[in-house]
C-alpha cells in the first residue's frame, strides 16, 4: 500500500471520529439522563402522553426504606422542538406564578443557569409550595430545564419541608446539574 492511500485513510478516520464526536441526537430520540441515588432502589414508570411529541418517565423510591426517603419521587419529561419549539428561558417564572395561583407565598430560587452553544439549562428552587397531599409551605419544588439540540427536557422534583435539609437540597441539585444529554 502506497504511503498516500496509508495518509488519505488517516484523514479519513480521524474526519469521522472528530465528526462522530459532533453528532446530534435524532429528532424523537433524544433525551436526558440522571443517576439518581444509588442508596435507594428506583422502579422507572412511563408516563402515557397524547402526543408523540411529549414524553415522560416517573421514578419512584420502592422497598422497605422508601418512606423514609427525603425524595419520593422524580419526574422527567422530554418536549421536541418539532412540534412544541418551547425555550428554558422563562420557564421559571412561568411555573412561579402557576405555583402563586395555589400558594401565593412561593417564591423563586434560580440556583444555576447557564447557556452552552446557545442552549440554555436552568436549575431552580420553588419554596413554600406544596406537595401532592400537602398544605402551601409543605415542599420544596426543584426543577431543572435544559435545553437539548431537539428537544426541551425537564427533571422535577419535591423535596417535603419535614424532609428538608441543606445536605439533601444540595444532594439533589448537584443530581440534577449531573444530568446530561443524549
Not at 7 to 15: A, E, H
Not at 100 to 126: F, N
Request: hydrophobic share 35%.
Amino acid at each position: 500500500m502506497s504511503m498516500c492511500r496509508i495518509i488519505g485513510y488517516f484523514i479519513i478516520v480521524q474526519l469521522l471520529s472528530t465528526f462522530h464526536g459532533y453528532a446530534q441526537p435524532t429528532p424523537g430520540k433524544e433525551k436526558i439522563v440522571i443517576s439518581l441515588p444509588a442508596e435507594y432502589r428506583w422502579k422507572s414508570q412511563n408516563i402515557p402522553k397524547d402526543t408523540k411529541g411529549i414524553r415522560g418517565t416517573s421514578y419512584a423510591i420502592r422497598g422497605k426504606d422508601a418512606q423514609q426517603a427525603p425524595v419520593q419521587m422524580v419526574t422527567v419529561t422530554t418536549i421536541d422542538k418539532r412540534y412544541y419549539p418551547m425555550r428554558a428561558e422563562g420557564s421559571p417564572q412561568e411555573k412561579l406564578e402557576f405555583e402563586k395561583a395555589g400558594c401565593p407565598d412561593a417564591s423563586l430560587d434560580v440556583v444555576d443557569k447557564k447557556v452552552v452553544e446557545g442552549r440554555t439549562a436552568i436549575l431552580y428552587a420553588i419554596k413554600n409550595t406544596k406537595s401532592a397531599e400537602g398544605d402551601c409551605g409543605s415542599a420544596v419544588l426543584l426543577t431543572y430545564v435544559a435545553e437539548g439540540p431537539t428537544a426541551l427536557h425537564t427533571i422535577e422534583l419535591a423535596i417535603p419541608t419535614s424532609h428538608f435539609t441543606q445536605d439533601t437540597y444540595h444532594q439533589w441539585c448537584d443530581t440534577l446539574l449531573q444530568s446530561r444529554i443524549e
